[in-house]
């Protein structure tokens, strides 16, 4: 049990307190007014962008008619809580029995003590839990109710639950409670300056701090492998590291990125960074940097991407180094855009890509996890709408939607910390990277998610056309390292998997454990985590799991042994802006440094 508040408990000065509520109003007020003048005579308003309402109504209506269903559901419930009461009675009574619900281990929102050993805590936990689960319940396995609507209704079904749970509120979570007891309110008092705070830098939009943002910069403690820009144009600056090694391989490294995110995830710090270590194996290294778009950029489509991308990178390598073969590396919705640019250069006879290396890549979005409850027509429409209006997508609303898919760590967590324990965020760079967000260009957003997302047909021979030449997966005969990761709640790793089964040349598919940057970011020195081989590639993603063989640590070295296989002989190290192009700036350059918000 925790001690007893006494002589400690702080009073706060009402001195202090009044100054405090003066300013927090005086904020307010003035938050009020510039939101009520942005959006005067605004008649965009949605009431239901995310088009929520059809899909619940669609699942009420079909529950409503299975009435014995419902009716069972509420006996079960009713009986859990009988249960739970009494467990409750003996245990204020003496007794230890067994709990009624039990959170996930590694919930961390249940984490202080007090929640097991204070009996009116561990009933509120126990309540929380039983009807999360009788909720989450009744609203899954709906007969009649089509996959999409199901999805859906289950997604945000769970981000009300997690809305809900006591650990969000200041009366039902004891460590917030135990803080306000003995700060004498003053953390509720810092938490509402942080809230205001991260209100005013959003312009009005809820914008949560979840890292101290102060204590990195680009350039200086983040992103800091020593290289130069050689090489931009408007979608891309191109960066070439500085080598540490005397020779080199013949065929230089070009890593392609996601827009999506900025590229230095590759590159946080020494000890974790994919590039540097790249680099020290003695790869010849290019990065694409990706601008950060505004409306000028509105009309840059998917195949300006490829064009000015990595076909441009290309041209450019040659020239800096005098190599017309790489061997290339596509994360995420770069790979995709990599796997794209092969099957376009396979039908003109185009053998620059000596191999291709894939990280968590979808080409077959039949099933893409989570994020297709964001893709309907409906919600599809309201998004083009909004871009026709800026002439991108804001980078605020992509970063919010891959929190809620993990809401819990992403934000709630942080609703708690800033703003109920008026504590400041620690500084992380993972996370300082994650609020880095980036903008869409209009055009180029509407095509990836109409023409892959909503209709799949990167995977269809001829459906998709990039500079009039239609482009067919099966065509590709690159040498592919494919690396997905097993707990990935971005691109999942069965879909992923679908390629192995649609390229036409030797394909290695490996599974690293965890998830959609742990999984990949894992240096070999710090001993994580495991990966899984086979040789094999059988049509079942389950079959080829089955048959794999578990290795312990990272999947880097793996990796290099295979490029190297690909890399050519060893030359002389070559220095960035000494041959065939001039260094226009030092890494990491300028286009990474412009910030969405």
């Known amino acids: 049990m925790a001690e007893e508040p006494g ?9 202090e307190l009044s100054k405090a509520v003066t300013n927090i ?9 510039d939101f009520l003048a942005r959006h005067a005579g605004d008649n965009t308003f949605n009431a239901d962008p995310l088009n929520i309402g059809n899909a619940f109504f669609d699942m009420t209506s079909k529950m409503m008619s299975d009435p014995a269903r419902l009716v069972e559901a509420n006996l079960s419930l ?30 961390r929102r249940f984490k202080d003590e007090m929640w097991e050993e204070n009996e009116v805590f561990d009933y509120i936990k126990q309540s929380y839990l039983l009807s999360a689960r009788w909720v989450q319940g009744l609203v899954t396995g709906v007969e009649g109710l089509d996959d999409h609507s199901a999805q859906k209704v289950d997604f945000y079904t769970r981000q009300f639950v997690d809305a809900m749970a006591p650990s969000n509120f200041v009366l039902t979570n004891p460590e917030v409670l135990r803080t306000t007891i003995e700060s004498g309110g003053e953390n509720l008092v810092k938490g509402l300056n942080n809230l205001l705070d991260d209100l005013e830098r959003g312009k009005g939009r809820l914008s949560i701090r979840m890292t101290d ?50 590229y230095y995830i590759l590159d946080l710090r020494p000890k974790n960074s994919f590039i540097k270590w790249a680099v020290d194996q003695g790869h010849t290294v290019f990065v694409i940097s990706w601008v950060n778009p505004d409306e000028r950029l509105a009309m840059k489509g998917f195949a300006d991407y490829m064009r000015e991308g990595p076909l441009a990178a290309l041209d450019a390598i040659a020239t800096a180094t005098g190599q017309k073969q790489v061997n290339a590396v596509g994360y995420c919705l770069g790979g995709t855009l990599l796997v794209s640019t092969l099957a376009w250069m396979a039908v003109r006879n185009d053998d620059r890509i000596a191999s291709a290396t894939l990280f968590t890549t979808m080409t077959d979005f039949a099933e893409p996890g989570e994020l297709g409850v964001f893709i309907d027509e409906e919600q599809l429409t309201a998004l ?11 980078g605020r609303d992509m970063a919010m939607t891959f929190n809620m898919l993990r809401a819990n760590d992403l934000i709630w967590s942080f ?3 800033n703003y109920l324990l008026g504590k400041d965020p620690f500084p992380f760079d993972l996370l300082y990277w994650n609020s880095d967000s980036t903008r869409m260009p209009a055009m180029m957003h509407s095509f990836y998610l109409r023409k892959m997302y909503q209709a799949n047909q990167l995977v269809v021979p001829g459906a998709i056309e990039l500079n009039g030449v239609p482009l067919d997966l099966s065509t590709i005969r690159t040498p592919l390292y494919m690396l997905s990761t097993r707990e990935d709640h971005i691109a999942p790793w069965k879909s992923t998997y679908a390629l192995t089964q649609q390229a036409s040349g030797p394909v290695k598919f490996v599974l690293a454990a965890s998830g959609h940057i742990a999984g990949v970011i894992n240096p070999p020195a710090a001993n994580k985590y495991c990966y899984w081989t086979n040789t094999r590639k059988p049509k ?12 312990n640590g990272s999947w880097w070295p793996d990796w290099h042994k295979w490029v190297s296989k690909h890399a050519g002989k060893q030359i002389p190290a070559r220095i960035p802006g000494e041959s065939g192009l001039k260094a226009l700036d030092v890494a990491p350059g300028s286009y990474v440094k412009v910030r969405a918000v």
């Open 540 to 551: 079942n993603p389950d079959a080829w799991l089955n048959a794999a063989q578990q290795e």
């Open 7 to 15: 002589a400690d408990v702080k009073m706060i000065d009402p001195g």
């Open 213 to 262: 943002y102060d204590a990195f910069q680009v350039g200086e403690n983040i992103a800091v492998t020593p290289g130069k820009v050689v090489f931009e144009n408007d979608l891309m600056q191109l960066l070439q590291y500085d080598p540490t090694t005397g020779t080199v391989a013949e065929k230089p490294l070009l890593i392609v990125p996601p827009w999506i995110n900025k």
């Open 78 to 107: 009713w009986q859990d809580y009988m249960a739970l009461w009494q467990n409750t009675a003996k245990r204020m009574m003496g007794e230890v029995p067994e709990p009624v619900a039990k959170p996930d281990p590694t919930d």
């Open 415 to 417: 609703v708690v910390n």
């Open 25 to 33: 109003a005086e904020r307010s007020q003035r938050l009020v007014a």
């Open 384 to 394: 083009e709408h909004k871009m026709d209006e800026t002439g991108f997508l804001d």
